[in-house]
C-alpha cells in the first residue's frame, strides 16, 4: 500500500537531519576537574551616604546583617568553582557589568585552558549595588545608595583573581 516507502522516506530524512544537527553540536571534554572554593573578605561600608533614602538603607542593611559588619566592615564571601575548561565567579550583591568584564579579562589572559567564565551576581542571597570606581566619579543612583566604600569593585577583583590563582593550582 505504500506506507512503507512513506515510513522509510521519513526515517531517512529524519536520520539525515539528526546527523546534520549532531555535526553542528558543540561539545566539550570529559569533566574529571572539579574544584569549588570561596573566600571570605572584609570590606568597608561607607560611612555616609549623599541622600536620605540612601542613609536609610544603609541603616536598614546594618540592622539586618548586624552578625556581618564588625569595625565598619561587612563580610563578604566570593565563590568560585571549576568545571573542566569552565569557572564559576559567584560575588554577594549586584555588580557592576564592567567588574564581571574585568575578572574575565584578567582570568582568561593569565589562563589558556580557561575558555567561558560565568560571573554570577546575588549569591549568597543579598542585594545591593556594587559600583565601579568610575561609576562613583560619574555619579547615579546606583551610587548613591551603594552601602560599600567606593573602592570595593576594587578589593572584590583582587580578592577574586587571588582566589582564581588559589583554585588553579
Not at 94 to 116: A, N, R, T
Not at 135 to 164: H, M, P, Q, R
Amino acid at each position: 500500500s505504500g506506507s512503507f516507502e512513506l515510513a522509510e522516506k521519513c526515517g531517512t530524512e529524519l536520520g539525515r537531519m539528526a546527523l546534520t544537527s549532531y555535526k553542528k553540536i558543540d561539545t566539550y571534554e570529559d569533566i574529571h576537574d572539579v574544584r569549588v572554593t570561596n573566600k571570605k573578605i572584609f570590606i568597608p561600608l561607607r560611612q555616609k551616604l549623599p541622600t536620605k533614602t540612601g542613609e536609610l538603607l544603609l541603616e536598614f542593611f546594618e540592622e539586618r546583617n548586624i552578625s556581618r559588619i564588625n569595625k565598619g566592615k561587612l563580610s563578604y564571601e566570593i565563590y568560585i568553582m571549576k568545571v573542566g575548561s569552565s569557572i564559576f565567579v559567584g560575588l554577594e550583591g549586584e555588580p557592576f557589568v564592567e567588574i564581571g568584564l574585568e575578572i574575565k579579562k584578567e582570568i582568561l589572559s593569565k589562563y589558556k585552558e580557561i575558555k567561558q567564565i560565568f560571573i554570577i551576581g546575588y549569591s549568597g542571597c543579598t542585594g545591593y549595588y556594587i559600583p565601579t570606581v568610575n561609576a562613583f566619579e560619574e555619579g547615579g543612583y546606583e551610587c548613591e545608595e551603594a552601602i560599600l566604600t567606593e573602592n570595593a569593585s576594587n578589593i572584590i577583583v583582587k580578592s577574586v583573581l587571588e582566589t582564581v590563582d588559589h583554585i588553579m593550582i
